[in-house]
């Protein structure tokens, strides 16, 4: 999606600071509550998760329309829901299988360039998120204590999301949509090893 000048410079100021908070000293991590540090952890430290959403990310900016804010908001969402309903005992078959899978989706469609109509997007987001959450819920990291456990979740998916869209506009500076394509292409391949068992 193409900016103006003044967009471009807010998006790159906001990808620094998202980039500065996620590369910050692992000691100041033990400040918080080990509930909330488990949460927040899952989405930023394991690849998966983090690949999955800043591709997410990166392909609603590309979607344009208000699909970054909408869609970001649809899939921490939906994946708050499905995580509490997963640890509350409901499990979905083959969801680890689908997350991967968005993997290859998400990265295709950012690859080839492919927009999608607006509330197509907006529901795939949802599923997207709704993956993640079920995914984390089950991590090895999560603590017993819930309460601040899904706040730091949502913590971690918001940061993610939030820097594979300001990625785009990042990327756009040094690349522009072959770039993006190229990020995509990498995250589809990632999920095609994860879909094979290879990583």
């Known amino acids: 999606m193409r900016c103006g000048t003044g967009a471009v410079s807010r998006r790159l100021i906001i990808s620094a600071l998202t980039l500065a908070v996620l590369a910050g000293d ?13 949460g927040l952890a899952g989405p930023v430290l394991t690849y998966l998760h983090l690949l999955g959403l800043l591709g997410l990310g990166l392909w609603l900016d590309m979607q344009g329309k208000g699909s970054p804010g909408i869609g970001a908001a649809l899939a921490l969402v939906a994946g708050l829901l499905f995580g509490v309903l997963t640890r509350s005992g409901i499990h979905i078959p083959y969801a680890a299988y689908a997350l991967e899978g968005s993997l290859v989706l ?5 690859a080839f360039t492919v927009s ?8 795939l987001a949802a599923i997207a998120g709704a993956l993640h959450g079920i ?5 090895e990291g999560a603590s017993s ?10 913590a971690g998916c918001l940061l993610a999301l939030s820097a594979g869209v300001g990625l785009s ?3 756009y500076q040094f690349g522009g949509a072959l770039a993006s394509r190229l990020a995509g292409a990498a995250i ?3 999920g095609i090893l994860l879909l094979l068992n290879v990583m």
């Open 188 to 190: 589809a391949l990632v």
């Open 26 to 38: 692992a000691a100041a991590a033990t400040a918080l509550p080990p509930s909330f540090s488990a």
């Open 145 to 154: 204590s819930q309460w601040l456990f899904w706040p730091g979740l949502v």
């Open 135 to 139: 995914a984390l819920s089950q991590w």
């Open 106 to 110: 998400f990265g295709g469609l950012l």
């Open 116 to 123: 999608l109509p607006r509330v197509l997007g907006l529901v």
């Open 169 to 171: 506009a990042t990327l």
